[in-house]
C-alpha cells in the first residue's frame, strides 16, 4: 500500500497520461476495487464484468480526482466505482438511478457556484457535506450523478411535484412555467451552437457556470451574463 505522499506523486504523473504511474494506482488499489465488486455479486451481472466496469469508474477516479476536494484518493474513488457499476446496471435495467440523488446534486451545484461567486474558490467536499448534512463519499456520488446523460423530458422530482427537466429553465416574473415543452426545444435547436451547448449543460446536465466556463475557456462571470442572455432570448420566443 503506498502512503499518501508517494500516492498523491503517482496521481499526478498519470494525469499526466504515465502509464506506468497508473499501474502502480490500480496495483496499491486493487484490494479496495475487488471488495467494491463483491458488494455487487449476484445481482444480475457476471462477476468478470463487474470488475471490468469497476476499473473503468477506477480510471476515471484517476482522471478527475483534484487535491483540492480535500479528501484521500480512496474516500473519492469508492463512490466513483460504485456510481460506474450502478450506471452500468441501470442502463441494462438492473437499477434506477435515485430521483432524491438528482435533487441532491442539483442544489450542490448551485451551492458551489454560490460558493465560487462569494469565496473566488471552490468548496471542499467537506464543506458541503456539512452544508446539506451528508457524507463526504454522499457528495461525490451526488456529483458523479450529475454527469449523467439525461433526456430534456426526464422528471425531477422534489417534494413529490414531478417536473420536467425541460422546465427548469426559469420562466419571467409572473410566469407559471416555460410554455410548451415542444416549443422550447425546438427554440434550444435553434440557437448558435454556443448558447445551445451552455443551456444543454446548465439545465439539462446540472453543470455548475465554473465548469461550463472551465470547458468553454472562459470567464465564470462571461458565463452567467451568457446565460442570462439566451434565457432573455428564450423568453422572446414566446
Known amino acids: ?24 494506482v490500480f496495483k496499491s488499489n486493487s484490494p479496495l476495487i475487488k471488495s467494491i465488486v463483491r458488494r455487487f455479486y449476484g445481482k444480475g451481472v457476471e462477476g468478470d464484468d463487474l470488475y471490468q466496469i469497476a476499473c473503468i469508474g477506477f480510471m476515471k477516479a ?8 480535500g479528501v484521500k484518493f480512496s474516500t473519492y474513488t469508492v463512490p466513483m466505482v460504485i456510481g460506474e457499476i450502478k450506471r452500468y446496471m441501470r442502463d441494462n435495467g438492473a437499477i434506477k438511478v435515485s430521483r432524491t440523488l438528482k435533487i441532491l446534486a442539483n442544489k450542490i451545484n448551485r451551492f458551489i ?17 456539512e452544508k446539506f448534512g451528508v457524507s463526504e463519499e454522499e457528495v461525490v456520488v451526488a456529483l458523479d450523478s450529475a454527469r449523467m446523460p439525461v433526456s430534456i423530458f426526464d ?18 416574473e409572473g410566469e407559471d412555467s416555460v410554455v ?4 422550447l426545444a425546438d427554440v434550444i435547436n435553434g440557437l448558435s451552437d454556443r448558447e445551445r451547448k451552455i443551456i444543454v449543460l446548465r439545465y439539462f446536465r446540472d453543470k455548475t457556470q465554473s465548469e461550463i466556463a472551465s470547458e468553454l475557456g472562459v470567464s465564470q462571470v462571461q458565463v ?4 442570462s442572455k439566451i434565457i432573455e432570448k428564450i423568453r422572446q420566443e414566446f
Open 113 to 129: 457556484d454560490e460558493y465560487q461567486y462569494k469565496n473566488c474558490v471552490s468548496p471542499s467536499i467537506e464543506t458541503i457535506a
Open 224 to 227: 452567467s451574463r451568457l446565460e
Open 62 to 69: 484517476i482522471n478527475n480526482f483534484d487535491e483540492s476536494f
Open 1 to 24: 500500500m503506498l502512503d499518501n505522499e508517494t500516492l498523491l506523486e503517482y496521481l499526478r504523473k498519470a494525469k499526466n497520461g504515465d502509464d506506468a504511474a497508473k499501474e502502480e
Open 155 to 172: 422528471k425531477f422530482e422534489e417534494d413529490d411535484d414531478g417536473q420536467e427537466l425541460i422546465e427548469k429553465i426559469p420562466a419571467s
Open 180 to 183: 410548451n415543452k415542444i416549443q
